[in-house]
T-cell receptor, first 113, second 113 residues
Framework: DGGITQSPKYLFRKEGQNVTLSCEQN?????MYWYRQDPGQGLRLIYY???????QKGDIAEGYSVSREKKESFPLTVTSAQKNPTAFYLC????????????FGPGTRLTVT | GQQLNQSPQSMFIQEGEDVSMNCTSS?????WLWYKQDPGEGPVLLIA?????ELTSNGRLTAQFGITRKDSFLNISASIPSDVGIYFC?????????????FGKGTKLSVKP
């Protein structure tokens, strides 16, 4: 089955620790995205990548970092510099030509205490 | 930043009723997308619209790209219990970068008590 996987589903961390969220896709999509979702809010773009070894900041990149070493993978690191990291994180991917049709993974809920 | 105004924020449905929701913006968009999100899951793409005036159906769902390119509508006919969830609109600005999807805050559909 083709799709986007995110792991783990739930993640708990202590304040001050960095944490990495996994995102893998086997849809042969070129572009991948990370969004943050807070209760009652729309999705806000953190980072996106159109090709391997290249990525761009979204609207709320501060306190986050990413890498794109493989086409299938786009891990997101939430650093200790992120002031309010508790949120639902969603990864998405799309073909370059139809970038607007983004397909989402199941999400990771991160809780930092 | 750019915003999409999605309304209503929430609504209650009774099985068999038709449902309507919309998204408006002060800016022109060249793409409108409609997603549905179940609790704790990632959004699922329902309908994509690319041309002003376009009317597209997906089963009981019908969406339209407004003539002014500043709005879009989603209708659900003969609603069923599994229609409950949060519906998001998303749009892409003309000339926007590949990651430039802007999301509304969602319309939450619940079952009438």
């Amino acid at each position: 089955d083709g799709g986007i996987t995110q792991s783990p589903k739930y993640l708990f961390r202590k304040e001050g620790q960095n944490v990495t969220l996994s995102c893998e896709q086997n849809l042969n999509h070129d572009a991948m995205y990370w969004y943050r979702q807070d209760p009652g809010q729309g999705l806000r773009l953190i980072y996106y990548s159109q090709i391997v070894n290249d990525f761009q900041k979204g609207d709320i990149a501060e306190g986050y970092s990413v890498s794109r070493e493989k086409k299938e993978s786009f891990p997101l690191t939430v650093t200790s510099a992120q002031k309010n990291p508790t949120a639902f994180y969603l990864c998405a991917s799309s073909f370059s030509g139809r970038a607007r049709e983004q397909y989402f993974g199941p999400g990771t809920r991160l809780t930092v205490t | 930043g750019q915003q999409l105004n999605q309304s209503p924020q929430s609504m209650f449905i009774q099985e068999g009723e038709d449902v309507s929701m919309n998204c408006t913006s002060s800016s022109i968009f060249n793409t409108w997308l409609w997603y549905k999100q179940d609790p704790g899951e990632g959004p699922v793409l329902l309908i994509a619209l690319y041309k002003a005036g376009e009317l597209t159906s997906n089963g009981r769902l019908t969406a339209q790209f407004g003539i002014t390119r500043k709005d879009s509508f989603l209708n659900i006919s003969a609603s069923i219990p599994s229609d409950v969830g949060i519906y998001f609109c998303a749009g892409q600005l003309p000339g926007g970068s590949q990651g430039n999807l802007i999301f509304g805050k969602g319309t939450k559909l619940s079952v009438k008590p």
